[in-house]
């Protein structure tokens, strides 16, 4: 598979600038050399020989001082690709543009076709410190799990939790991160999209994902990452900039998670998916998240995301 050089960020100028300006101070040190070894009356009996050593060491320290930048920086030294911005950018202004309540059900279909569905119940808003999403899956009884999660602009994620049995929130370790969600095979760390804002991103070769011509976007975690991840695959529509189908692989094991995504409409300026499928590699079945309702300019507060006042109100309702 063809791929561009990977980025590890998609604001490289800074950088260019750099490395425009030591090519210049390259050329011009090279041609200032040169012309004071031609003014010069020491090349003795073999000026050829002596200016053509001269001339050499000078390229050969200048291509060193090129080659040690291009090591501290390899990533950098490339000139940023337009369509890798455009899909950066546009998937992140997508996340910060987020502002919705939904109402749906979330559904676990085995292998045999036996379906238990779960009531899903969301509000989302982008703030000016990272997204805050605050979700309630509930069942026919009156267990009700309750989640907070809250994404920094820089992709760092935080999850509390209330889950069945438990009356107050507390803070989900991050050992748990990866279990299923109420069985299904969505875990915890799938509520939130921060591969687009990990630091490394590559473009992959552009494919067709069923009639949708698609970018292919490549996000790899870092040390830096929380996140059970190894790497996601995201096939992105280029028309709406709206992924369609995404692979997660697994740190360590790496077994894969598979997403696809149906339905999907404009709410309001912003693109969203009815209905989201999750596969699990190796298992039987499938998950579906399916939105029946809600509204995609919700203008939520600070107060609609209070996680404690939820689980208080939900123990009014019993």
């Not at 590890?8 to 050399?33: D, K, Q």
């Not at 999403?133 to 009156?142: A, Q």
């Not at 070769?205 to 870092?222: H, I, N, Q, T, W």
């Not at 693109?271 to 298992?283: C, H, M, P, R």
């Amino acid at each position: 598979m063809v791929c561009i050089p990977r980025l590890e960020s998609h604001w490289p100028s800074p950088w260019m600038g750099a490395i425009r300006t030591l090519a210049v101070y390259i050329a011009m040190t090279f041609l200032r050399r040169v012309v004071m070894l031609c003014r010069s009356s020491k090349f003795g009996r073999y000026p050829e020989a002596r200016w053509a050593t001269c001339a050499f060491g000078t390229i050969q320290a200048s291509i060193a001082l090129l080659v040690l930048l291009l090591l501290v920086h390899p990533s950098r030294a490339f000139a940023a690709n337009p369509d890798l911005e455009t899909v950066l950018t546009g998937s992140r202004q997508r996340i910060e543009k987020l502002d919705y309540r939904a109402t749906g059900r979330l559904t676990r279909v085995e292998g045999n076709g036996k379906r238990t569905s779960e009531k899903f119940v969301a509000k989302a808003h982008w703030f000016p410190d990272g997204l805050r999403l605050l979700c309630e899956i509930s069942g026919p009884g009156s267990e009700k799990t309750s989640l907070l999660l809250h994404m920094s602009v820089s992709g760092h994620v935080t999850i509390e939790a209330v889950l069945p049995g438990e009356k107050a929130a507390r803070v989900l370790p991050f050992e748990r991160w990866n279990d299923p969600l109420v069985g299904t095979d969505f875990s915890y760390e799938d509520m939130v999209e921060s591969q687009f804002f990990w630091k490394n991103q590559e473009l992959l070769a552009p494919e067709k994902y069923g009639a949708r011509d698609c970018f292919v976007l490549k996000s790899m975690s870092g040390s830096q990452d929380r996140t059970y991840y190894d790497s996601v695959t995201s096939w992105i529509d280029r028309g709406i900039l709206y992924p369609v189908h995404v692979v997660k692989k697994l740190r360590g094991i790496g077994q894969q998670k598979e997403f696809i995504y149906y339905g999907l409409r404009q709410l309001g300026g912003v693109w969203s998916a009815t209905q989201v499928e999750a596969k699990l590699q190796g298992k039987p079945g499938s998950s579906i998240l399916v939105i029946e309702g809600g509204s995609g300019k919700a203008n939520l507060g600070r107060k609609d995301f209070d996680i404690s006042q939820s689980s208080a109100q939900a123990e009014k309702v019993k």
